[in-house]
C-alpha cells in the first residue's frame, strides 16, 4: 500500500486550498522516515460567534479541499515510514479561553460595597438614568468600564430601559473595581445635572 501512494505522489498535483480564519486544512506530507514515534496532530481554537452565514460558502472559490465554520480537513499524506512506538492522529478543536479586547475582571463580591449598592438600587438607577441612555453609556465608555463590543451592542439598542438595564448588569458582572468607578461617575457635576435624582439615590445609599 505504500509502495502505491508513493509512486503518485512525485507526479500528483498540489491540491488547491479554501479556508477561512477559524478553520484548518492540513496537506503535510511524511515520507521516507523512521522513527520511535509519531506526532501529526492538530489542534486549533474555534469562536462561536465568528461563523460564517449562509451565503459565506457557496462564495468562495472551487478548491480541492475547502474548510469553514471552524472546519477541519486533515488530508495528510503519510509513506514509507516505519514507526516503532505510538502514533498520534488526534484532531483537538477547542473555544478560546479569552476574547481580545475584553476586560478580564473578578466575579462581583456580595460583600463589595460598591456592588451592594448598585445591586440594592438597581431599579431606581435604571428610572433615572433611561431619561438620557446615551449621555449615561458615552460617560461609561470614555472611561473603558465597557468595551467597544459592548458599547456597540448597547448603543443599537432601541429601547433605553433595555440599554440602561444591560448596562448596570455589565458593570455589577464585572466586579468591584467596575462599579466603584461607574460609580464615581455618577458623581459628577455634569451627570447630577444631567440627572438631578442621582444625588436623591446616593444620598440614601450612604444612610
Do not use: W
Not at 498535483?13 to 492540513?26: C, F, G, L, R
Not at 470614555?142 to 448597547?154: F, G, L, P, S
Amino acid at each position: 500500500m505504500s509502495d502505491k501512494l508513493s509512486s503518485q505522489l512525485p507526479g500528483a498535483p498540489t491540491p488547491t486550498v479554501s479556508v477561512d480564519s477559524d478553520s484548518v486544512v492540513s496537506t503535510r506530507e511524511i515520507k521516507n522516515a523512521k522513527a520511535k514515534s509519531l506526532s501529526v496532530k492538530i489542534e486549533t481554537e474555534r469562536d462561536a460567534e465568528n461563523r460564517p452565514s449562509g451565503g459565506a460558502i457557496g462564495q468562495r472559490p472551487q478548491a480541492d479541499y475547502t474548510a469553514s465554520g471552524g472546519s477541519v480537513i486533515c488530508a495528510d499524506k503519510i509513506c514509507d515510514v516505519t514507526i516503532d512506538g505510538d502514533i498520534d492522529l488526534s484532531v483537538s478543536v477547542k473555544r478560546p479561553q479569552g476574547r481580545a479586547g475584553a476586560v478580564e475582571e473578578p466575579l462581583p463580591s456580595s460583600k463589595g460595597p460598591a456592588v451592594k449598592m448598585i445591586t440594592e438600587h438597581k431599579v431606581e438607577l435604571i428610572d433615572c438614568l433611561m431619561g438620557d441612555h446615551s449621555f449615561i453609556l458615552q460617560h461609561v465608555h470614555a472611561k473603558h468600564i465597557v468595551t467597544d463590543r459592548e458599547y456597540q451592542n448597547m448603543k443599537h439598542s432601541k429601547q433605553p430601559e433595555e440599554t440602561v438595564t444591560n448596562l448596570i448588569d455589565q458593570v455589577i458582572l464585572k466586579g468591584q473595581e467596575s462599579c466603584s468607578r461607574f460609580l464615581e461617575i455618577l458623581k459628577k457635576p455634569e451627570v447630577l445635572r444631567t440627572f438631578p435624582q442621582l444625588k436623591q439615590i446616593t444620598t440614601c445609599a450612604k444612610q
